[in-house]
């Protein structure tokens, strides 16, 4: 198999509150491949966006700390630069599209004036290439009448073409990776499969290794190449996408499946939403975190902590019981 592009090992942040210390992100580890859609999958406060920010040393510090852990990156590791290296790497080599793009745009800065801005830096283009450029990507991720469109500001856009332009924005240097943090948050179901097949299309295109990173497991079934889900700010199951869908092997990617409508189920059926909340990250529950919510969870859960074990077809899963899972159900 080809060299990963990028290769996170044993990462764990955390953050100081005055309620305690917060366990964001725990020894997790996965990498991605050139042209590859992994998708990070889990509930809100599960650790996937402070794992992706981590990446790129966005993490405010203070309160958040990255305790441990390498991010791999053409030969060297990002969490060991120097804020001037880092801001390098950030745009130009790894883009981020992040969750809500009102608030990524300036509101008071023409679509132009942003999107040329970091050619300019990265490039070194003049303005009126970077202009150019500009136009030919607002034409690329579909949006009508560029030329026009790069003197309107943000609020001039809506939803989806805000979306599309910071996904223009993203490519504008021609990065190896694009970490898209929720890109369909807030945008209707029509808009948000017109999200995704641009951006599946565009990484397929130039060849783009993409992080999605999202809560709804059934937004990313047609686009993800592998899946990664998190709980509690571990990863507790990662496989290919068909085999993950197919064979959920923890029981809270199982839940996650059963709370996700589908065509193919009876009439009248209703969905099976998992019981209780997540849990505290100051105050994990013993054992595994997932437990109190399992239904499938025996005694020796509470005491041990499963580790993530990789076991055919390059499936890993940490659970005690997956075996049992796996017999008992077939989605």
Known sequence: MEQALLTVNDLSVEFSTPMGIVKAVTHVSWSLHRGEIL???????????????????????????IVSGDVLFDGQNLLALSEDSIRTIRGRKISMVFQEPMTSLNPVLSIGRQMTEQMKLHLGLTTQKAKQR????????????????LRQYPHHFSGGMRQRVMIAMALSCD???????EPTTALD??????????????????????????HNLGVVARYADRVSVMYAGRIVE???????????????TYGLLQSVPRLDSPRGSTLTPIPGNPPDLVDLPS?????????????????????????????????????????????
């Not at 990065?175 to 943090?181: N, T, V």
């Open 134 to 149: 500009a136009v030919d990507l607002m034409k690329r991720v579909g949006i009508s009448e560029p030329e026009d469109r």
């Open 287 to 331: 054992g595994c975190a997932f437990h109190p919510r399992c239904h499938i969870g025996q005694s020796n859960c509470q005491t041990t902590v499963p580790e993530l074990i990789s076991s055919e077809q390059a499936h890993s899963v940490a659970c005690l019981y997956s075996n049992q899972l796996l017999a008992e159900n077939t989605i």
């Open 189 to 214: 179901v029509t808009i948000q499969a017109q999200i995704l097949q641009l951006m599946q299309g565009l990484c397929r295109e130039m060849n783009v290794g993409l992080i999605l990173i999202t």
């Open 238 to 252: 990662t496989a290919d996408a068909n085999l993950i869908y197919e064979q959920p092997r923890h029981p809270y």
């Open 175 to 181: 990065p190896e990776i694009i970490i898209a943090d």
């Open 39 to 65: 998708a990070i999958v889990g509930e809100s406060g599960s650790g996937k966006s402070v794992t992706a920010l981590s990446i790129l040393q966005l993490i405010a510090t203070p309160p958040g700390r």
